[in-house]
């Protein structure tokens, strides 16, 4: 709240969304998602019994805020279905194979916001495509800003739980129907750090 | 249990019925477990089913050679076959106190599997009672565990092989051995 205008993404966005179009001194911002900082987690239950958990090991995005058209801001985020990870290895043999992620013919997990809507103070949806297998279904998210650093030196950061479900079978993953749940839940931390190469104008 | 005394005729009707029961369990324990490891993951719900299968029987036969433990304690054992050479009785005695061991450390080592194992699955004893993990997961200790609860295993049916082998020799020589487990 210090600077003019603030770089800090809660700001921005909420700037962004409720507010539509910024002065036209604003541009793109630009925030990125690094496997690095964050994780990508799954969980499934299984007979309503237990529940098994994972995550994706490799995955990357970004924010691109746009200032002066509000509509187009978008996420966008790339995960590598080959890097899901168990606690069995058994289980993530599984996981890739062609009765699931059939990795090897569909590498890639791919998130692309359509829209986001301000729904508290700190508290967004997103609606988007997810597409799984090749296999494109409108997917949205609960976005939590749960931190935010604007530090005088160094990246602007903010982190994000994000959760949201999706039924397996949308994306042709039915295998073992009477034992693995359908409903897939997410549970997401993302940290968005300002791409220090790309942002303002 | 009941009163009866085990003399120097035989074994008690609870020796000899838990005798059997034991044996049962260990032996289908053994051909579902066989079996259920090599059900692959797509047949995940038959996976699951037997493995429930075979910790209950695990289970069971843990809590019957406590049981008979405890009548060994509590009513002795008979008199040795006085027909049975005596090294071939030592050999036996041996064997039947590894046989103890085995069958008591098997499950328990069954059990640490079951509670080291990666994925949390639960443990439904009888199918419904859900016992409790005695550990976390450990992927260090799971392998070497389960290793061993298999070593154990087998060990346990090829010296239980052994052990009818033997009865059934004596036996076909007349003795009383195989006939006082069976019908006292």
Redesign the interface.
Same mark, same amino acid.
């Given at each position: 709240m210090t600077r003019v205008p603030s770089r800090a993404l809660g700001i921005v966005l909420a700037a962004v969304l409720a507010l539509g179009p910024a002065p036209a001194s604003a541009g793109l911002l630009d925030y990125l998602i690094s496997q690095h900082y964050g994780t990508i987690g799954f969980s499934v239950s299984? $007979?309503g $019994? *237990?529940?098994?958990d994972g995550r994706f090991l490799r995955f990357a995005g970004r924010l691109a805020v746009n200032e002066q058209h509000p509509t187009e801001t978008r996420i966008d985020v790339t995960i590598a279905a080959g890097s899901a990870s /168990?606690?069995?290895p058994? +289980?993530v +043999? /599984?996981l890739l194979s062609p +009765?699931y992620f059939d990795a090897a013919r569909y590498p890639e997990i791919h998130f692309v916001s359509s829209s986001i809507t301000q729904t508290g103070s700190k508290q967004f949806v997103i609606h988007g495509i997810l597409t799984i297998r090749g296999i494109a279904h409108p997917q949205s998210l609960e976005a939590t800003l749960v931190r935010e650093q604007d530090p005088p030196a160094g990246p602007v950061i903010a982190d994000f739980k994000v959760t949201g479900s999706l039924e397996r079978s949308l994306y042709g993953m039915t +295998?073992?129907e009477? *034992?693995?749940g359908n409903k897939v839940d997410l549970a997401i931390f993302i940290r968005l750090s300002l791409d220090p190469s790309a942002h303002g104008s | 249990m009941e009163a009866e005394p085990a003399g120097n005729r035989g074994w008690t009707r609870g020796q000899r019925a838990l005798h059997w029961w034991n044996a049962g369990f260990v032996v289908a324990a053994f051909a579902i477990a066989w079996w259920m490891v090599g059900v692959p993951l797509s047949k995940l719900l038959l996976k699951f089913i037997l493995f429930q299968v075979h910790k209950t029987l695990g289970i069971l036969a843990f809590l019957v050679v406590l049981g008979r433990l405890w009548l060994r304690r509590r009513s002795g054992r008979p008199e040795p076959d006085e027909a049975v050479p005596p090294a071939e009785r030592r050999a036996a005695s041996a064997a039947q106190a590894a046989l103890y061991v085995l069958l008591v450390a098997t499950p328990v080592l069954g059990y640490l599997t079951a509670s080291l194992a990666p994925l949390r699955i639960p443990t439904l004893f009888l199918g419904v009672i859900r016992l409790p993990a005695l550990t976390g997961p450990s992927r260090e200790w799971f392998p070497i565990i389960f290793n061993l609860h298999r070593a154990l295993a087998v060990t346990l049916v090829l010296l239980a092989c052994g052990h009818a082998a033997a009865a059934m020799r004596h036996h076909l020589l007349g003795r009383e051995v195989l006939a006082r487990m069976w019908r006292g």
């Open positions: 299984q $007979l $019994l *237990f529940t098994v /168990m606690a069995s058994d +289980a +043999a /599984m +009765a +295998a073992n009477n *034992f693995v | -």
